[in-house]
């Protein structure tokens, strides 16, 4: 243990969500080797998440045919507010942590150094370092999942801002007086298209007595809200048209607000990644597009590039991997 | 003409805009020595403006007791899309100029090496490097006029963007389906809380029967969107309940922005500037402050400063003449 000298160039990622925790083995090149998957089972309390964070990585290495002693770093996306110096967790309303050690403590048990970035950070840098080759000088990585956020690339590197929480995207104002958001404001871009919003809408029009193929495919006691993602795109190959008609709508917000973030930071890249954009990313994209087109001001959107993440899943441990390794290459 | 040894660190700093242009000399330290006042006469073509422009320096060289010999640099501060590197006005919709090479066709003309930049820019670049000193490392600078435009200083220096555009946030959509803008969209901030959005919607009220002592100081023939910001200033010491409850709106809408923007980009300083916030700092400030601050995102705007500049209608010749020493010394 902590012999350095027999460590090769292996760097696990990690991607900490509030449901699950991903862990992928990388190697040389970032070539992905092998990943492991638990529960969060983030109700069980801190100590225990970060127990099964462990597991999860030496999962991962063991299913790699590797030792832990043959790992240089481990790298963290997680949910929230973080410190990257530190790799504290300040507040992440998902894990119900405040000023959580993350860092330190995994970096005790596990003999390594280990790095804590903001989720969707980490997300946008493994979409730009691994998927986009670091060929883009700007880019903005916008994740659709249960909630909204967006990671900052400039000049190559995170752009964390003044609090090193840039890319609130989420709480970006597009419709003063709209739907109520989780953060008590209203008209909140995830207001209006996240899977939370769209879901929400679903569920509204079919009390409201709409028509969905989505009641057909419930399970006995399961609500519309319980469905996922997958189950939209399977209702739109239907041809369901209340799917089609929620769909269109979040597609049209997300293209506002890309619209915005090229008028208003003119990014060379947006990229749009996360599990709403994972599942339906061949029926919103063009519309994403052809909206933020239209609402980004005459110029300033040529040649800029408006792309789906082919990453999928594998977006935040890739990220991960890729935060550790520059970290580590850097001390 | 042309002998740079007599040259001394004499910058000539000028705001082109719509309706007037303003030069300033700027002595070492950038101290102000002198300044002239022109009307644009836009009307009159591209020539005719160069001649003006040309004509207001030599003007505020002449106050300044000094020669066009003793000047090292001109800087512009021109309305519109910007080329930086060439010096071309891309394109002037206030002037209704395309693809005029203003840079070069000046510096022919004053003999000097002159830099051209988008007006927004060259104040927010004026704020940051002379009242702030150049402390702040990120900053935001967002100017309220006739339209509603912005600078982004990162790491100290102007941020352009992809295209060169950044900081088109007069139209970042605050309000889908809102009043229609100049641009064609709806419910961007500029048609919410411009000088133009503030007189229509006070235009339209009084059309519907609202009172306000703006009718009173009318000149004959003159309608309430003849009025100046200045006026508005006077109507709400005399207690007018409609200036009073359109400005809090605009107010109220400029602090949705700016909580959009520290969400997003997370500024170190976010400083209000233009016409509008000249006039009515006193009575907008506190109210965009503490929208902004209700809007972000808990501890997102924690120690971020929210100001309004004391430079006045001296950014843009201040900011054009701090563009012009840095370009000028780093040929």
Chains 1, 2 share one sequence.
């Not at 069980?44 to 770093?73: H, M, N, P, T, W």
């Not at 969707?120 to 956020?149: D, Y």
């Not at 409201?208 to 009641?215: E, I």
Request: glycine share 14%; proline share 3%; hydrophobic share 45%.
């Amino acid at each position: 243990m902590g012999d350095s000298s027999v460590r090769q160039d292996v760097i696990v990622g990690v991607d900490l969500g509030g449901t699950k925790i991903l862990a992928g083995v990388f190697g040389p090149g970032l070539k992905c080797l092998a990943t492991a998957k638990l529960s969060t089972k983030a109700e069980r309390g801190y100590d225990a998440v970060v127990e099964r964070i462990q597991r999860c990585v030496r999962d991962a290495i063991d299913e790699a045919d590797l030792s832990s002693k043959q790992v240089r770093a481990v790298g963290i996306g997680a949910p929230g507010a973080i410190n990257p110096s530190t790799g504290d967790v300040l507040f992440a309303p998902n894990l119900r942590w405040k000023d959580a050690p993350l860092g330190e403590d995994l970096a005790k048990f596990l003999d390594v150094p280990v790095f804590v970035e903001n989720d969707c950070n980490v997300c946008a840098l493994g979409v730009h370092a691994v998927e986009l080759e670091g060929k883009p000088r700007s880019l903005v990585g916008i994740f659709l999942g249960t909630g909204i956020g967006a990671g900052i690339i400039l000049d190559g590197e995170l752009f964390g801002g003044f609090n090193r929480t840039a890319g609130e995207v989420g709480h970006m104002v597009l419709d003063v007086g709209g739907p109520k958001c989780g953060c008590g404001n209203r008209g909140c871009f995830e207001a209006l298209a996240s899977r939370t919003a769209i879901f929400r809408d679903l569920s509204d029009a079919i009390r409201d007595g709409a028509k969905s193929h989505l009641v057909d495919i419930l399970a006995p006691g399961e609500a519309v809200t319980d469905l996922k993602s997958g189950d939209l795109r399977k209702a739109l190959r239907k041809g369901d048209k209340l799917v089609e008609k929620v769909i269109e709508a979040a597609a049209e917000y997300t293209g506002i607000a890309v619209g915005n973030i090229i008028n208003f930071l003119n990014p060379e890249v947006v990229v749009l990644g996360g599990g709403v954009m994972d599942a339906l990313q061949d029926d919103m994209l063009a519309i994403i597009e052809a909206t933020a087109r239209d609402y980004a001001m005459t110029g300033t959107a040529d040649g800029i590039q408006i792309l789906a993440s082919k990453l999928g899943d594998k977006a935040g441990i890739t990220g991960a991997a890729v935060l550790a390794r520059r970290r580590v290459s850097a001390k």
